[in-house]
């Protein structure tokens, strides 16, 4: 593998994926914050690691190299201390942009002194920090007591969103793009990404190697991008990703002469929390075939393709789902239903992300086991032994499936 990012289709064989095993940060969500955190409900921690576990076993068994988030970025960090320091100083200064400058270093001084590991630290930062940690209040005094808020309140928020790995950054052929995410509660979370592309030994980017930073005008988030062909993506128009941040993507793919894209075909979905983004409602599983929610996937209301060489984009408004992707991948496409015909199976199983599986290989799916008739249908499709579910009750809270948990490093190329 001469470089470390490949990733020209959503089929290819799936060789190696970065996740995040979800841990203490998800024990910080109480009925109380549950809307600041981006959840609707508690989750029971121990069980979700269990049903992740069951999730990277799979992906073992199927030859696929798993990485974890905390270690590549602790392993970025390890490589000179002057890195460390400022992953520290940038993380406190994103966290809490009222903090004073006392304040500031005092937290700079909790994360410097407290965590020796590199592992240790990041995962500290992904945990969030009370004001208990940093032994406040400082006296028993009623009033002091009374200027503070609860010693369990956070000063900096836990990341409870991390296990969602598909969404902090895109792999796009051999670059990646490092989102700019839509909530203040998830914004933070690409700072790992920034590290990890800026100094681990095996993923360094180079100044020129971004598709898109965390930085730039417009929202961009991984979830709404799909690489559908070697020369075709499909972006989200959606609650989180805006039509100026999929101008801005694309603008930077056509500046790469290497790269084979030609087509970014931008598709609006509703602006809505059940289909945040693209994939909760749209995912390939073979070069013609694709799980949709067709409730709002088989008539969009705005459509366009952004062609490389062409000033302005194609108006395919109207055109219907089908007509784009015979047009735009060469093919007499399928869609299966989520759910099936059943409205209340559809909605059901949309919910639980039902319509969000992970491609494995042509044809090759993974899925939660909790969508009984979607993943019916994909049995029937694509035959039993190539849908592949575990166990999903707590994970599914959070909003996000088996896609939305993993983000692909490499994939085999289409043909070899």
Known sequence: MSK????KSEIGKLKKVLTHRPGVELAEITPNNTHDMLFE???????????????????????????????????????????????????????????????????????????KSEKDLVLAAMAGVTFEKLGFPKSGGALNRLRLPEPSSFIINPMPNLYFTRDPFSSIGNRVAISHMWSPARNRETIFSK????????????????????????????????????????????????????ELLTSKIFEDEQSKIKNVLALEIPKQRNCMHLDTVFTQLDADKFLIYAKYMMDLPHAYALERGKVNAVDLSGKGLKFILDKYL??????????????????????????????????????????????????RELGEENVLTFASGELSRGRGGPRCMSMPLWRDDLGV
């Open 4 to 7: 470390p990012i490949n990733v």
């Open 195 to 246: 590290y990890i592309f800026a100094h681990h030994p095996d993923f360094v980017q180079g100044d020129d190697g971004y598709y898109y930073e965390r930085h730039w005008p417009s929202f961009v988030e991984g979830g709404d991008i799909l690489v559908l062909s070697p020369e075709t993506i499909a972006v989200g128009i959606s609650q989180r990703t805006y039509a100026e941040g999929i």
């Open 330 to 379: 060469g093919q007499d496409v399928k869609f299966i239903k989520c759910g099936g015909e059943n409205p209340v199976h559809a909605d059901r199983e949309q919910w639980n992300d039902g319509a969000n599986v992970l491609t494995l290989a042509p044809g090759r799916v993974l899925a939660y086991d909790r969508n009984p008739h979607t993943n019916d249908l994909l049995r």
């Open 41 to 115: 409900d508690v989750l029971f921690v121990e069980q979700a690691e269990k049903e992740h576990d069951g999730f990277t076993n799979i992906l073992r068994n199927e030859g696929v190299e798993v990485l974890y988030l905390a270690d590549l970025t602790a392993q970025a960090l390890a490589t000179d201390d002057n890195i460390k320091q400022n992953f520290i100083n940038e993380f406190v200064e994103e966290s809490g942009a009222s903090f004073d400058d006392a304040f500031k270093k005092q937290l700079v001084k909790y994360f410097t002194d407290n965590f």
